[in-house]
């Protein structure tokens, strides 16, 4: 694995629209929820390069992040993209598994706009969902 992309910030902020948001802007689409809320595992070619990447929502239990991980750590995957709210037992969980794999860590925080009207929430959505394709060629 290159490149372990984590959207941090607390349940209901928006993280998951974000990770959404990135895949369509890599030209992915969603499929389903699997049973470990996996949302999608896809192949690019980008520059001439194949990467997998895996886009998950890690949910808000270090239990479902935990089945991510287990999900995704066969597939010897290029990037992994994921949201996190559990900053105290998902968040150990994540480095762990970003240093099992030799991976860098990118860690986006993600703050609640609590006063925002819809417009401001889809800009900021945007805007982190840019940061995300950012870190992949």
Do not use: W
């Not at 980008?46 to 949910?59: R, T």
């Not at 808000?60 to 990037?79: F, R």
């Not at 037992?89 to 860590?105: N, S, V």
């Not at 993600?110 to 945007?126: H, M, N």
């Amino acid at each position: 694995m290159l490149k372990l992309i984590v959207v941090s910030g607390v349940k209901g902020s928006g993280k998951t629209s974000a990770v959404h948001e990135a895949a369509k802007l890599l030209g992915c689409g969603l499929t389903a929820n699997s049973p470990a809320d996996i949302f999608m595992i896809t192949y690019l070619k980008l520059g001439g390069v194949k990467y997998g990447i895996g886009i998950a929502s890690s949910g808000d239990s270090a239990e479902i992040i935990k089945q991510n991980i287990d999900g995704l750590y066969l597939l010897h995957l290029s990037y992994v993209i994921t949201a996190c709210s559990t900053p105290r037992t998902g968040m150990p969980l994540i480095e762990a598994f970003a240093a099992l794999e030799g991976a860098d860590l990118v860690v986006i925080p993600y703050q609640r706009l609590v006063t925002a009207t819809p417009g401001q929430i889809a800009a900021k959505v945007a805007l982190v969902a840019q940061q995300i394709r950012s870190n992949i060629p």
